[in-house]
């Protein structure tokens, strides 16, 4: 069956472990393929500089950013990537893929293109309204709850808070969010996705349109799981978007925990045969791991 090949940006956050970032790209290495990497303000970055000097003609650096987990910032970084792909001289992309760098693909990149080349124009995100009801209470809390990042920590601001002046201070800025919110509709999802160019057009299109409302949004709680899919979402009707759940990505969240499973190399092997071309989020301890894929 033939196919056209599709141009594909990788932009993938990285926070620790170069060798295993330069195992993840060793096995997407495709002739349509670019990364751009950001690697955490935190992290000294000579490492992975080093650990993928052999690939530097397909590897732009992203600008940095201090990105805590659940925080805006980890969504500035990827807007970053986003940004700096979209804008890249020498290729036009046609699909825009979010990874961390403890993701892996379960299939080869030809296996990829093509799988994006039959779904086209197809952006895979997923975008769930709000209440989204596998959160707890619906996930209200997290626009209710007023969160900033101070010195590394993150401070939720919530109607119950014991000190006055920040009572205070929550009640003043909560009813301005809830002006600001008015005739919206709130999304939400996974903070990663396979986004063809016209969902990446519209997201920082949007951002442009909307920049008081985008901006109430860095305060939310856990940001990544709601900024993109809210914001994508807006004008949905007028912009006549394909959008689908991504299904392509297996994530194990039956630990209950807050974070994904961590699986290791013999589990990576399993998924081999699986229906899906990545998974997350995986340790691997091997310097020289290597798989064949089974297509």
Known sequence: MEFNQVRVAFVILGYKNPTQIRI??????????????????????????????????????????????GSYQCVKALLNGLRQAIDYEKVRFDYFIHLSGQDFPLKSPDFINRTLSQYFPTNFVNVIPFPVLTWEKGGIDRLRHIKLIWKGK?????????????????????????QLDRGKTFYGGEFYFMMHRTGVERLLSNIRKYPIFFHRLKFVTLPEEIIIQTILMMDYEADKLLISEDRFRYIDWETGQKSPKEMNEGEIIGLLNSPYLFGRKFIITNPNFKVSFNE
Not at 27 to 49: E, G, N, Q, V
């Open 154 to 178: 993150r401070i939720i601001f919530h109607p119950e808070i014991g000190n006055w002046v920040l009572k205070a201070f929550y009640k003043v800025l909560s009813g301005i969010f809830i």
């Open 24 to 69: 993840l790209i060793e096995h997407l290495i495709h002739s349509d393929y670019f990364f751009f990497i950001h690697i955490d303000k935190r992290i000294d970055i000579s490492p992975f500089k080093d650990e993928l000097r052999k690939y530097e003609g397909r590897i732009s650096w992203v600008k940095r950013e201090t990105s805590y987990w």
